[in-house]
């Protein structure tokens, strides 16, 4: 784990008045690899964005500037957990000739990471139990689960929001000297983001968010959209095998392929991801593969339906730390994603099995109702504003197993007319831009919106 620089000689940053000098942030070289010419720094920002005096924190910054600079985009990663200079690699190519600026969020990389115990993560169930006993030792786990994670900052655990993390971004632009910026958000920094339009947008020229959350959906809804987006990947997965001579599911029908392979995951050897094999780990596997590869997926189910892992010479791997970077908890801060209790898992399971009869659920988005349970902090669904005067464009594939598309439906019908969507007949998560048409849509939208 690479340490964050101090604070200590940096200038502590106040935030009242606009006519303050910019900072020194201290930019140089990373301690960690990142792409050529990116430059770190530290920004101290308070802890507590309501009681800016009760103390402070150094979040790790990064900026890659260019010649001739047509504006600043301030970057969103997503995540959570993802490093702030994630989205630079997007945006280098896709949108020369920007300045681009991020923050590893707080709470995430150098940033004072969230660090959980590994035993206690191990034993949350991706699908909340509907067994009362289970769902029991699930409460008594996540009892213990979240006394264990902390970032060692006092305080700063109780502020990982979204809105916190806003408060942050506005403060690098400030420190950067930039009157106006550009946003990006990918996935789940889109929520940030939106945040960030909703207090300051005003300052806002073109903004793209691409996978797009909805902030203003509750736990059910939450997991049922999500179990209906990963059944349509399914629904296309079937199409192309029934089309492909060469799929290693030709001829057969693929839900039976399935299940069959759900059946028999009990007795499968080895291990996926550090779990053993069960009905819930080949939704998973197909929820993470399929976007990726038809073909091998195809492969994947009928050994696993015939009783063999696709992964026969996967390596044992070093023994597990104590303790791990663990960020999804940061979510519990922002959406009401805990099941309160066992009859609430029961009927979240049957309308999340309505809404996707073969794969069952997303894996994705049931597991954060696991995780959330016990949780110090509980956060309000509220739908998305902005204040800037240019619509913000959303970037949605049509097929989508993290975020789908009906997510950014109603991020559209929020934000109205200040609202573009922009969708890429496409599967998978992210990866818009590689479009052309995407692409170009995406730059005419920028040249349009920034100012000179």
């Known amino acids: 784990m690479t340490a964050v620089v101090a604070a200590a000689g940096m200038i502590p940053l106040t935030f009242a008045s606009q006519a303050q000098a910019t900072p020194d942030l201290g930019w140089g070289a990373c301690d960690k690899p990142v792409a050529q010419g990116v430059e770190c720094g530290t920004l101290t920002v308070p802890i507590d964005w309501a009681r800016p005096g009760q103390g402070t924190v150094g979040l790790r910054a990064y900026r890659w500037k260019t010649e ?16 702030g200079d994630f989205t630079f690699g997007t945006l280098r190519p896709a949108l020369p000739g920007y300045d681009l600026i991020a923050l590893d969020p707080r709470g995430v990389g150098e940033s004072h990471p969230m660090t959980c115990d590994v035993a206690k993560i191990l034993k949350i169930p991706y699908v909340p139990p509907t067994d009362a006993g289970a769902f029991e030792a699930l409460k008594k786990n996540q009892k213990t689960f979240w006394s264990t994670c902390t970032t060692g900052v006092k305080d700063l655990d109780s502020h990982l929001d979204a809105y916190s993390t806003a408060n942050d971004a506005d403060a690098l632009r400030k420190a950067v000297g930039a009157k106006r910026v ?10 940030p983001a939106e945040r960030y339009l909703e207090k300051f947008g005003q300052h806002v020229d073109g903004s793209v968010i691409e996978g797009v959350m909805n902030p203003d959906q509750g736990r059910r809804e939450f997991m049922t959209t999500a179990a209906a987006g ?14 492909t ?9 693929p839900a039976d392929v399935f299940r069959k392979a759900q059946q028999n995951a009990g007795s499968l050897p080895g291990r996926f991801f550090g779990f053993p094999w069960s009905d819930v780990m080949i ?11 038809f073909a091998e997926v195809a492969k994947g189910l009928r050994d696993l339906a015939d009783g063999r892992t696709p992964f026969p010479d996967e390596p ?6 104590r303790r791990f970077e663990y960020a999804d908890p940061n979510t519990c801060s922002d959406w009401p994603f805990a099941v309160p209790a066992v009859e609430d898992a029961r009927a979240d399971l049957a309308s999340a099995r309505k809404a996707a009869p073969v794969v069952g659920y997303s894996t994705n988005s049931s597991n954060y109702s696991s995780i959330c349970v016990g949780g110090p902090r509980t956060g309000r669904p509220k739908p998305v504003s902005s204040r800037s005067t240019h619509p913000t464009l959303l970037l949605s594939n049509s097929l989508d197993p993290a975020t789908p598309k009906v997510w950014a439906d109603a991020v559209q019908k929020q934000l109205g007319r200040k609202a573009i969507h922009v969708v890429t007949d496409q599967v998978g998560h992210g ?9 170009k849509k995406v730059q005419d939208y920028m040249a349009s919106t920034t100012r000179p």
């Open 283 to 293: 939704t998973r596997y197909f929820e993470i593969f399929a976007p990726r590869d």
């Open 230 to 243: 990963v059944e349509a990947i399914f629904a296309k997965f079937t199409q192309w095998s029934a089309e």
């Open 245 to 253: 001579p060469d799929s290693a599911l030709h001829g057969q029908n």
């Open 431 to 439: 990866g818009g831009m590689d479009d052309p048409v995407t692409l």
């Open 68 to 83: 001739n600079s047509r504006g600043t985009i301030l970057g969103f990663p997503s995540g959570p957990g993802q490093p």
């Open 182 to 191: 550009n946003v990006y958000g990918l996935s789940y920094g889109t929520l």
């Open 316 to 321: 044992g791997g070093e023994p597990l730390p």
